[in-house]
């Protein structure tokens, strides 16, 4: 992205001193082609020049410009940073019941990401409370968080905030953002994890054909909605969807134009208007 920024040239061609594999700088064009940051002939777009003052991973910087559009930077601050580290929840062989019981109280039904956003509350909240770096720690011991990892999230959320302040790019919103707006905004940047329902199967495909399944761990893996969007793909036992929330496809034509192709047929004539239609 900077680089196409400075003028450079042709990235294939650049004489770095360790140049990168051919199939990685297609990935990123491709990642940059996804997010709306590019055009087909590899120029910035006016979303990508935004994107380009943020220094951050283009996928992250891609949700917070739809943030603070859709009024919801407050929430997609503290859900970016938290995709950026490991999972802080735990759950050790010997008390994975447990683990899982205290878990679910903070699960918020219907999606992951706002299940990540209730637990950086309930964080914040304790930790303005308990005060301590002992008592936090006893509070993630006996809740099955990883200490360090929450003390990770909280400094990649302080970077994203500094970072944000510096090009003059903070809104905060006030009120709670609308669920549909974190969603869209959460959307905007993984725009090529999304799935669709197979009929009469709890299976979803995928971009590029790919068959994945909910994770069982996630708030919706007995719920099965017909679009939704993941975090991140990944192949266990199988091939899963990892941090998923519902999401309606008429998004998806707004968020990535570029990437929908339309078809048409049945041609008719509508009489109320006196002129031929089609079916998009």
């Not at 943030?67 to 802080?88: C, R, T, Y």
């Not at 909605?225 to 929330?245: D, K, L, Y």
Request: charge should be positive.
């Amino acid at each position: 992205l900077n680089m196409i920024n400075i003028r450079l040239g042709d990235i294939e061609n650049f004489p770095f001193l360790e140049p990168p594999e051919k199939r990685a700088i297609k990935d990123g064009f491709d990642q940059l082609l996804e997010l709306g940051a590019i055009n087909s002939k590899k120029q910035l777009t006016s979303l990508g020049k935004k994107m380009v003052r943020l220094p951050l991973e283009p996928h992250i910087s891609r949700m917070i410009i739809q943030a603070h559009k859709e009024n919801a930077q407050k929430e997609i601050i503290i859900i970016s940073s938290g995709l950026s580290i490991g999972d802080p929840r735990e759950r050790p062989d010997e008390q994975e019941e447990e683990a899982k019981k205290i878990h679910k109280q903070l699960n918020v039904s219907g999606s992951d990401f706002l299940t990540l956003h209730r637990l950086w509350e309930t964080y914040q909240n304790q930790l303005k409370s308990l005060k301590t770096q002992n008592k936090m720690r006893r509070f993630c011991r006996d809740h099955f968080l990883s200490y360090n990892r929450m003390n990770e999230w909280i400094d990649i959320h302080q970077q994203i905030v500094k970072i944000l302040k510096e090009v003059r790019f903070l809104k905060l919103n006030i009120k709670n953002a609308h669920i549909d707006s974190i969603h869209r905004s959460v959307l905007a940047g993984i725009i090529s994890n999304i799935a669709l329902k197979k009929v009469k199967t709890n299976s979803y495909t995928a971009t590029k054909n790919r068959e994945i399944h909910i994770f069982p761990g996630s708030t919706l893996f007995k719920q099965s909605p017909q679009w939704i969007m993941c975090h991140e793909i990944v192949e266990t036992s199988r091939v899963f969807g990892r941090n998923v929330a519902p999401i309606s496809p008429q998004w998806i034509e707004e968020l990535a134009p570029a990437l929908c192709k339309s078809t048409y047929s049945q041609p008719f004539y509508d009489s109320a208007t006196m002129c031929a239609r089609v079916y998009e």
